[in-house]
């Protein structure tokens, strides 16, 4: 340390981390004002702005004009090397989790998924719409769209109470329809006024853009999902391997 020194706003930025990750600062706290940070670490104002810049850009942190600085709390992060379903993974990482469903339904199929079910133009498909929540809080809206084709019982879902029961295992575990591999498309965007009221964010906010379509075998695409995600709540990880690594 004494030969590589340590940046003043490094060490104040790892202070302001270490109170946030054991629980000294709160999600939803508000956090000293500047000046007030100024006096405790006895550093310039600069050196602050930019510790909480580097908290901010971790999502640790939101700042707001005129209201202070609020700490934001940790994203949950999915792996997205294994097909799994948003309930297997709130359940692996001991998180609760519900769903309020704002549509259960049959719809016209549309036009942009005819050839990935493999259906004609005014077929009828499934339309699954919830917003998902984790620990009572809102982080994405879902619409699922599944393919009947695949398997007539997929219209049974239309009884049953989506807030409570996860699809994937309705699919597996109650069909018995295999999920072989999913291909999955991310991109940012922006959240329109209906999904904002749901998702507690400001109209036009940032935020990930997640499509799925899963398959069964045969190759048979059995569900599409777009699905939005909050960016200050949610993260995606994959792990990447050279195409090498497994060559002797």
Known sequence: MEEYPVPLYYRVYRELKRRISEGEYKPGDRIPPEIELVKSFGVSRLTIRRALEELKSEGLISRHKGKGTFIVGKKEEESMNVLKGFTDKAKEEGLSVRSHVLENRLIE?????????????????????????????????????????????????????????????????????????????????????????HLGLQPGACALLRKRYTYTTNGKCVEFVRSIYRGDKYRFKMELRSEGAFER
């Open 109 to 197: 199929i549309p036009p942009e998924l005819c050839q990935v079910f493999g259906l004609e133009q005014g077929a009828m498909v499934v339309l699954l719409r919830r917003v998902r929540f984790l620990n009572d809080e809102p982080v994405a809206i879902e619409a699922a769209y599944l393919n009947p084709a695949v398997d007539v019982r997929i219209l049974s879902i239309l009884k049953k109470d989506m807030s409570k029961e996860s699809l994937y295992e309705f699919l597996r575990n109650e069909l018995k329809i295999p999920l072989i591999r999913a291909l999955e498309e991310l991109e940012l965007t922006h959240v329109s006024s209906s999904d904002a009221k």
